[in-house]
């Protein structure tokens, strides 16, 4: 299956995520030029056609589907991905705009809620498009196999979103602490056998016993 879109650029920052998409020559640009592949988009996740979206022929993104850039049924693909995740306590909102210095190219910018999520979606999203525009041959995308692979994607990552450096580091310190300590009972117990060899050695010349 050929990839019709190709993620060219993605960009992070605090508030968003903005991916530059380049849409394959063998895509169509809008929606309306392959309806068919647009219904099986719909026919995965149905939901999609309520999302709000505005700027386009109406408030929801309905009113739009069958006749939109591909690109911008990426961004829905993308936010009805995320928000099935439940990962996800606010509505994502997308936009996207055509880069007019470009041929067939597209930025969509997300609310970035965690990079590695949306980063995700995106990809994942990237990979429903090209099998609905691709004639729907071989298997049927699993939506909700790819929501449970994205909320298992972000709950691998470390939670704080340290670098992994970090958390090496804390690791490798805990296990110094650890070290440290049952080093510290241990000296406590030579310093224990110390006294209670003296307690013997004061009562006199006898064996004395082992605490460890
Ligand atoms: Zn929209």
């Not at 063998?26 to 099986?40: I, Q």
């Not at 829905?76 to 996207?96: D, I």
């Not at 429903?128 to 699993?142: E, K, Y």
Request: glycine share 6%; hydrophobic share 35%; aromatic share 8%.
């Amino acid at each position: 299956m050929a990839q019709l879109i190709d993620i060219i650029r993605v960009v992070v920052d605090p508030e968003y995520l903005t991916a530059t998409v380049r849409v394959s020559n063998d895509a169509p640009l809008m929606t309306s030029e392959d309806l068919e592949g647009t219904t099986r988009v719909y026919n995965l996740m149905p939901t999609i056609i309520n999302h709000a979206c505005v700027g386009d022929a109406g408030s929801t993104f309905k009113d739009c589907m069958g006749d939109t850039e591909l690109a911008h049924l990426l961004e829905h693909v993308t936010v009805e991905l995320l928000s099935r995740t439940n990962l996800v306590n606010e509505v994502v909102a997308g936009r996207t705009w055509r880069e007019l210095a470009y041929d067939r190219t597209f930025s969509i910018q997300l609310d970035c809620v965690d990079d590695v999520l949306v980063a995700g979606a995106l990809s994942s999203a990237v990979w429903i498009i090209s099998w609905a525009f691709t004639g729907g041959a071989g298997p049927v995308p699993d939506v909700d196999a790819t929501v449970a692979g994205l909320v298992q994607l972000v709950q691998s990552m470390p939670a704080d979103g340290a670098p992994i450096d970090d958390q090496y580091d804390d690791r490798y310190d805990d296990r110094y602490d650890d070290e440290y300590d049952r080093y510290d009972d241990k000296y406590d117990k030579y310093d224990e056998y110390d006294e209670y060899e003296e307690e013997q050695l004061d009562r006199g010349p006898r064996m004395s016993q082992k605490i460890f």
